[in-house]
């Protein structure tokens, strides 16, 4: 590696550290002012009222990305410009509203201006700065404050470290709204239904299921031989095995079950099946969304899911080998 390129490696590993350290120190400094705001901001979104932000320079496009979290999160937000507001935008300002304005130095013209008027609408102020001496902090209702012992810019002038601690914190803002309001994957897959990410979530079990000759479906009196013939006939590492009366699930048997006991006996291939397989395994229903079945493989660490109906009869089949093709993992 050459001198140049070693040099690179060690600012960049540099810049990184410095950023993470405003982060270490914000977390840290977290008090109730936090819980403050939090409380403020869960208040205004029960009422109905929506969230503003607010800020110039880098800190605008700070406060486009909070505002769209929040959005994203069931939080009716938006972004105002400080220089439109002057000029009409501040119609979509109400009583009620809750606005958090944005500026590392709490000292930016435009948001102390911004914030005088916001008064008169009778909004709740949140100021996010760095400086807590600040006439943006000191005037706000509220504040959010994030630490920076020094930013990454080796000029000590463009904003680096400011901008991640900002960003972080208001993130962890929304994140703890998010949680407190018993906000759901199927909420979020209800407000994100366009892309990978909004087709993912909004898969149900139904469509991601193996069905038809990939089902290996059995009665439980069968031998263990059958049931080893009929997983390798679908291709599958487990068959479900029902009663011979309802054909309700009674259990399952995997290959792990097969190479527990294959050695167990002589006889082991011609044993009834049921002696031998897992009672009362785990399933997923056929409605349910298929994160749910992803959730069902995280906690219990097993391959392959029965799908049931109803009725307690097995449908289908999902194979964790199977989501990464629909991109659930």
């Known amino acids: 590696?050459?001198?140049?390129?070693?040099?690179?490696?060690?600012?960049?590993?540099?810049?990184?550290?410095?950023?993470?350290?405003?982060?270490?120190?914000?977390?840290?400094?977290?008090?109730?002012?936090?819980v403050a705001v939090v409380q403020a901001v869960e208040t205004a979104a029960q009422a109905g009222r929506k969230l503003i932000f607010s800020g110039v320079g880098?800190?605008?496009?700070?406060?486009?990305?909070?505002?769209?979290?929040?959005?994203?999160?069931?939080?009716?937000?938006?972004?105002?410009?400080?220089?439109?507001?002057?000029?009409?935008?501040?119609?979509?300002?109400?009583?009620?509203d809750l606005a958090v304005l944005l500026s590392n130095s709490g000292q930016s013209a435009?948001?102390?201006?911004?914030?005088?008027?916001?008064?008169?609408?009778?909004?709740?102020?949140?100021?996010l700065t760095s400086n807590p001496?600040?006439?943006?902090?000191?005037?706000?209702d509220l504040r959010l404050l994030y630490r920076v012992p020094r930013e990454a810019c080796p000029l000590r002038l463009a904003p680096t470290a400011s901008t991640t601690a900002a960003l972080a914190l208001g993130d962890a803002l929304a994140m703890v709204l998010l949680e407190r309001r018993g906000f759901t994957r199927e909420d979020f897959a209800r407000l994100h239904?366009?892309?990978?990410?909004?087709?993912?979530?909004?898969?149900?079990?139904?469509?991601?299921?193996?069905?038809?000759?990939?089902?290996?479906?059995?009665?439980?009196?069968?031998?263990?031989?059958?049931?080893i013939l009929g997983m390798t006939k679908a291709k599958a590492g487990c068959i479900a095995l029902v009663d011979t009366a309802a054909g309700k699930l009674t259990g399952i048997l995997t290959d792990g079950d097969f190479r527990r006991h294959v050695?167990?006996?002589?006889?082991?291939?011609?044993?009834?099946?049921?002696?031998?397989?897992?009672?009362?395994?785990?399933?997923?229903?056929?409605?349910?969304?298929?994160?749910?079945?992803l959730r069902i493989f995280d906690r219990y660490k097993i391959?392959?899911?029965?799908?049931?109906?109803?009725t307690g009869r097995p449908v289908g089949l999902v194979d964790v080998q199977d989501l990464p093709k629909m991109k659930l993992l």
Not at 277 to 287: N, Y
């Open 193 to 227: 239904p366009s892309g990978n990410l909004g087709t993912a979530l909004l898969l149900k079990v139904r469509d991601i299921m193996r069905t038809g000759d990939r089902l290996p479906v059995m009665p439980d009196q069968r031998t263990i031989q059958d049931a």
């Open 58 to 96: 880098k800190s605008a496009h700070i406060a486009q990305k909070l505002a769209g979290t929040f959005n994203s999160t069931g939080v009716i937000s938006c972004f105002l410009d400080a220089t439109q507001a002057l000029h009409g935008d501040l119609g979509l300002c109400a009583p009620g």
């Open 303 to 310: 391959d392959d899911l029965i799908v049931v109906d109803d």
């Open 1 to 34: 590696m050459t001198h140049d390129a070693q040099s690179a490696l060690v600012r960049g590993r540099e810049c990184i550290r410095i950023e993470m350290e405003a982060l270490q120190a914000t977390a840290e400094a977290l008090d109730a002012s936090f």
């Open 110 to 127: 435009e948001m102390l201006r911004l914030l005088a008027m916001l008064k008169r609408f009778e909004l709740t102020i949140v100021a």
């Open 133 to 140: 001496d600040s006439e943006l902090a000191k005037d706000a």
């Open 263 to 293: 050695l167990s006996s002589p006889d082991f291939l011609s044993q009834p099946v049921d002696r031998f397989m897992t009672r009362t395994p785990k399933t997923v229903h056929i409605e349910a969304l298929a994160v749910e079945a």
